[in-house]
């Protein structure tokens, strides 16, 4: 059921923020006593000083997860008793579904109905999958010749730390962390430092579902101080990571600096969406097309690249230009709102500079301005641009804003290669209503996923990743266990 704006701007003011990082079951203050401000992009308001960690922090958190999977408290507990706390878990998200949908749109600038009627849910969704895949998780026996008994079996990796990004913070949280906790691991979770507080108070949520202490940690703070300590330590099992593909290429280095962690990305994308002329509804497609200003842009698989059949090219066009007028940008807290503020004055400024190179290089058609709402600059109007081709800098650049390029194609040939001309490859759509020209453009399509006649499907049951510069390794699905577990054989002769 909506609320009205009166309801969320009340509540908003009775929320007892939390600040500090999370250590062995408690909350505390950086070692060295500093904090930094995190602020509402939506108002310019600070919301609360966030305890700035740095290697001593990380250096405390992973020695105490170390010795509590040591300990067996969690980590030798029966699938049976975790999925139990897991299931707790997603009971208490539930119950605090408000309060979790508020602060991450104070702190990153999404709209707060959104979050509390789509996301929210999905993530207490997810959490139950989680935790009832775990006593469904059998071993094996490979089947080797007489006399020979090969057993293989899942083993928790040991300390594992995760390191998410400020557009879908508790999203992330959950996918790097419950796969991670599930199998029977400890982990540390970096927050992005533009948008710490649902971790924070998921932490406290952990606690209470009855996760024991030191095995779930929250080290809050940069990626210079928080986050490359964690890469390079030597006691560090594997890092989970999703953000830039700039600071994926981080990661990989610091495993080789250090002792060969498992290092999975999930990093960027420049996803493409091809329209065929057969498309059996080209108004619906529209709808679709049009959800690229979806969570202000701010979504790595967003399909950013609309490519577009040359015999429909300028009438599909108009279609989207319609539908991108919904996403006219509002304040956050209004639930009629379905696009927010940017998340900082920095990304806003990164995304207007490429606005900008894009209308020297483009046609703008719709959009294009940085709008004030309140006091707060960080507004981008939903923006289109037409007659793209794939060598402009905005065809080829992760804008992570709301900004669609359209680029036409003449044959189902051409399509492809522009599709696949990137350097990413996280997901890929396809509007068809030829089944035989569905199959054959997907198997083609250089990417994680391809969604036919949709876009940007995501789902707990379904693997979602991607491949060439968007990473390594899947979320989502029983796949999402490969991450935090090895193989052992035991390999008996009688």
């Not at 909506?2 to 250590?23: H, N, P, V």
């Not at 959104?114 to 999958?129: G, I, L």
């Not at 006399?147 to 390191?163: F, H, N, P, Q, T």
């Not at 696009?339 to 020297?360: F, P, S």
Request: include cysteine.
């Amino acid at each position: 059921m909506s609320r009205a704006k009166d309801y969320w701007q009340a509540k908003s003011k009775t929320l007892a923020i939390e600040g500090r990082a999370f250590i062995d079951g408690h909350y505390v203050d950086a070692a060295s006593g500093k904090t930094f401000s995190t602020t509402n992009p939506a108002t310019g308001e600070v919301i609360a000083e966030i305890a700035e960690c740095d290697v001593t922090d990380v250096n405390r958190a992973v020695q105490i997860a170390r010795e509590r999977f040591n300990s067996g408290v969690w980590s030798k507990q029966s699938p049976t008793y975790r999925k139990n706390v897991l299931l707790n878990l997603a009971q208490q998200i539930q119950e605090h579904l408000e309060e979790l949908a508020l602060l991450e749109s104070l702190d990153m600038g999404k709209p707060v109905e959104v979050s509390f009627t789509y996301e929210m849910p999905e993530v207490v969704a997810y959490v139950r999958w989680i935790a009832e895949a775990i006593d469904k998780l059998y071993d094996e026996v490979a089947p080797t010749g007489a006399g020979d008994l090969a057993l293989i079996r899942r083993e928790a990796l040991g300390v594992v730390a995760a390191v998410v990004p400020w557009n879908f913070p508790l999203d992330m949280a959950i996918w790097k962390c419950l796969p991670a906790l599930a199998m029977g691991n400890s982990v540390i979770l970096k927050p992005a430092e533009q948008s710490p507080l649902t971790a924070i108070k998921l932490a406290q949520l952990m606690k209470s579902a009855g996760i024991p202490d030191g095995v779930f940690n929250v080290v809050t703070g940069f990626g210079e101080t928080v986050g490359a300590p964690m890469g390079l330590h030597m006691d560090v099992d594997c890092l989970a990571f999703t953000g830039s593909t700039e600071v994926g290429k981080y990661f990989l280095g610091y495993s080789a600096q250090s002792n060969m962690k498992q290092v999975w990305l999930e990093c960027g994308g420049k996803s493409p969406n091809i329209v065929f002329a057969d498309a059996e509804n080209l108004d619906q497609a529209a709808e679709f097309a049009a959800r690229v200003f979806y969570n202000q842009g701010e979504v790595c698989s967003s399909p950013t690249r609309l490519l577009v059949e040359e015999s429909i090219y300028e009438a599909f066009l108009q279609k989207v230009i319609r539908c991108a007028e919904a996403y006219e940008p509002r304040d956050p807290l209004d639930p009629s709102s379905l696009m927010g503020a940017l998340v900082e004055d920095v990304h806003t400024a990164r995304v207007m500079r490429l606005v900008e190179i894009g209308k020297r290089e483009a046609k703008l058609v719709y959009g294009g301005e940085q709008v004030q709402i309140g006091a707060s600059k960080n507004f981008v109007r939903p923006t289109i641009f037409a007659n793209v081709n794939n060598a402009m800098q905005i065809a080829r650049e992760e804008v992570f804003g709301p900004v669609l390029c359209v680029i036409p194609f003449k044959t189902e040939s051409d399509a492809i290669e522009i599709a696949n001309d990137s350097i990413y490859g996280l997901m890929a759509s396809v509007f068809t209503s030829n089944l035989s020209r569905a199959h054959r453009v997907a198997e083609a399509l250089k990417s994680g996923t391809v969604a036919v006649n949709s876009v940007d499907m995501v789902s707990p049951l379904v693997p979602f990743g991607g491949v060439k510069q968007s990473g390594i390794g899947r979320d989502n699905s029983l796949h999402a266990f490969d991450k935090y577990s090895s193989l052992k054989t035991t390999w008996i002769k009688y």
